[in-house]
């Protein structure tokens, strides 16, 4: 069966239902009992007190003279069949049979109740359940005691019970037929607007993020804001993964039809010495591709969609930041630049993800090298004060303040900032510092020269 939330809400309601109309049966049941049993318990206390209003006292000593025709009238029942009889607390039984016993019925003449006070019990004759009927009549003078009984068999009370628990339980059947039915309307009724949702998803096209109709009760209003959300930010995602593939595109084209080009000149070229320029431009064009495709690569797996997934252990970002910087002293002495650490030398942990925390202190001084000037300085640290940054520092150029923000932006550079770059390092830094909860910042260096871009860690990063 499909988990339908109409079905849900049906099942769920419907159980109160079934509940509520057992109770009424059960309940029902009892008042029809009790009325059954009131109305046959009056007409056994009428029928005792028939036999008391035909006993006669002759010398003190009671009697009952009754005709046949009598007896078989007060005997006469076409479902029930009827018992009685009248004790003599002196004789014993008087008039009827001696079907009810002394041990097994209440003694009513040894309880302090009111003569003639009906006293109703259940008994068993022959084996058959029957309702009783006894009261006595206390000894007067010159007359004896007497005790009456009267008995029945159950026949027409059950008969009665059922025809009243009929009465009453097709109404409450019909009612509760009723109530599911408006249930099941009804919540087909509110879960349309949510059918009607599906269904208007489900028309649009794979590119179709416009946001949905809101015009839906106030409980489904939480989920068209949440999608409407979520649709929003799709829609930005796609809008910026399209400028990213239309830029990547055009940054791609240009080494791919230098290298073209070169390739070209290098067959056509018979001169050694030209050949082997020809073949120089073409390493020098394959280099710059290769570190084009490596950003390109690292700025997609620096996304927060992808960073999602990314699992942060704990890091030691002075180790990562000297052992990076080592790496880049080469590259710096080539260019007659001073590169070297200048920070924290204790533990300082945050969580991170090692590989693309290398990437951000790569793009970082790579960034430098690149803009900062020849015969420069660049300076890497690590601080906990007590936030934990890090920082890198050059005193080239600098970079313009109504220019820091629009930098960190892909593919944007500077013009005449000269360098080898695409215009993705520090937006790189950027994504990473972003999956890691991190802030990027850009200011003046030492001696308001230069250029000094710092990353910010939060404090529950570490």
């Not at 690292?298 to 996304?303: G, L, V």
């Amino acid at each position: 069966m499909k988990d339908s939330l109409s079905q849900h809400l049906f099942i769920k309601l419907l159980w109160p239902l079934l509940l509520l109309f057992v109770v009424g049966a059960y309940m029902s049941y009892l008042l029809a009992s009790y009325f059954s049993g009131q109305t046959y318990d009056r007409w056994l206390n009428d029928a005792a007190h028939s036999l008391v209003q035909q006993i006669k006292h002759v010398d003190g000593k009671a009697a009952i003279v009754l005709p046949s025709e009598a007896v078989q009238m007060f005997e006469w029942n076409g479902l029930d069949q009827t018992f009685y009889a009248v004790t003599s607390h002196e004789r014993g039984i008087i008039f009827g049979k001696d079907v009810f016993h002394a041990t097994n019925y209440p003694v009513q003449e040894k309880l302090d109740v009111k003569p003639l006070a009906p006293r109703y019990f259940d008994y068993v004759i022959s084996g058959t359940p029957v309702r009783a009927v006894t009261f006595s009549i206390p000894a007067a003078t010159g007359q004896e005691g007497l005790t009456i009984q009267v008995a029945e068999t159950l026949v027409k009370r059950n008969l009665l019970t059922r025809e009243i628990l009929f009465a009453l339980m097709v109404p409450q059947a019909l009612l509760i037929i009723g109530a599911i039915l408006l249930i099941r309307i009804g919540i087909n009724s509110g879960v349309r607007p949510l059918s009607m949702l599906a269904r208007q998803i489900e028309a649009r096209r794979p590119g179709d993020l416009r946001p949905v109709d809101d015009a839906v009760p106030e409980e489904v209003k939480p989920l068209t804001r949440s999608l409407n959300t979520l649709l929003r930010q799709l829609e930005k995602a796609s809008s910026a993964q399209q400028r990213f593939i239309a830029q990547a595109a055009h940054q791609l084209r240009t080494p791919l039809s230098a290298l073209q080009v070169q390739a070209e000149s290098a067959l056509r070229e018979p001169n050694p010495a030209s050949h082997k320029e020809a073949l120089s431009r073409i390493l020098k064009a394959t280099s710059r591709l290769n570190r084009l495709s490596h950003q390109l690569l690292t700025f997609a797996r620096a996304e927060p969609e992808a960073g999602a997934s990314q699992r942060l252990v704990d890091v030691d970002l002075v180790a990562v930041a000297r052992e990076i910087t080592s790496e880049w002293v080469p590259a710096a002495l080539n260019q007659n630049v001073d590169l070297g650490y200048n920070g924290s030398d204790a533990l300082i942990m945050i969580k991170g993800d090692p590989l693309l925390l290398r990437e951000l202190i790569s793009n970082l001084i790579d960034n430098a090298l690149q803009y900062g000037g020849k015969d420069k300085h660049v300076t890497v640290g690590v601080v906990s004060m007590p936030n934990i940054i890090l920082y890198v520092e050059d005193d080239g150029p600098g970079i313009p303040v109504e220019a820091r923000n629009s930098v960190l932006e892909p593919f944007i550079r500077l013009p005449g900032s000269g360098g080898q770059g695409c215009g993705l390092g520090l937006a790189i830094v950027r994504e990473i510092a972003v999956l890691h909860k991190a802030r990027v910042e850009i200011s003046t260096g030492a001696d308001n020269t230069g250029t000094r871009v710092f990353v910010t860690f939060r404090p529950d990063s570490n």
